[in-house]
T-cell receptor
């Protein structure tokens, strides 16, 4: 079956520009996560959606970063006024999430990532 | 706070070698523990997991046991293939966030 997909796979932009990164989760997964992986580091949590709402956005580094998931499926991570320090691989993951208050599983399945380069 | 510390690499081994990649964690409560693997040019994949103390996760010849008393989840394997060359991440899940270690790069010589 289809896994988590992310587009674009690579994005090069100039400092100060606006970018959008897209994530398509596994069909039926209600939970969606964004992580950022800098070179030589493990991924770092950014934000978590349960359905359409952001359940935890404590990892977003500042107010230039914003994410939406308007219909509870596809999510877009938006970065305004990009800076060179935003260069990283942005990873999306999904999981079954919660249904009726019972967690099916806490295993997260990751997409291939979007490599963002800010010049 | 919650954190994961793992052995730093890179590590270069022959196919016949035995390896333990050390991983220790700090967390409140009882997190689930994971090893993820990132093969060259591919996304993160779950290798194995354990959800409670003394659970053993295993996959592809790798094993790790959830040791609550030492807050550890060391990854072990007795022999390798060149295709095991990858970056291995120890991780924990707490409050629906995954906290990753920095990763250990493993290179297997034919």
């Amino acid at each position: 079956g289809a896994g988590v997909s992310q587009t674009p796979s690579n994005k090069v932009t100039e400092k100060g520009k606006y970018v959008e990164l897209r994530c398509d989760p596994i069909s039926g997964h209600t939970a969606l996560y964004w992580y950022r992986q800098s070179l030589g580091q493990g991924p770092e949590f950014l934000i978590y959606f349960q359905g359409t709402g952001a359940a935890d956005d404590s990892g977003l580094p500042n107010d230039r970063f914003f994410a939406v998931r308007p219909e509870g499926s596809v999510s877009t991570l938006k970065i305004q006024r990009t800076e060179r320090g935003d260069s990283a691989v942005y990873l999306c993951a999904s999981s079954h999430g919660l249904a009726g208050g019972i967690a099916f599983t806490d295993t997260q399945y990751f997409g291939p990532g979007t490599r963002l380069t800010v010049l | 706070g919650n954190s994961v510390t793992q052995m730093e690499g890179p590590v270069t081994l022959s196919e016949e070698a035995f390896l333990t990649i050390n991983c220790t964690y700090t967390a409140t409560g009882y997190p689930s523990l994971f090893w993820y693997v990132q093969y060259p040019g591919e996304g993160l994949q779950l290798l194995l997991k354990a959800t409670k103390a003394d659970d053993k996760g295993s996959n592809k010849g790798f094993e790790a046991t959830y040791r609550k008393e030492t807050t550890s989840f060391h990854l072990e394997k007795g022999s390798f293939q060149v295709s095991d060359s990858a970056v291995y991440f120890c991780a924990l899940n707490r409050d629906d966030k995954i906290i990753f270690g920095k990763g250990t790069r493993l290179h297997i010589l034919p």
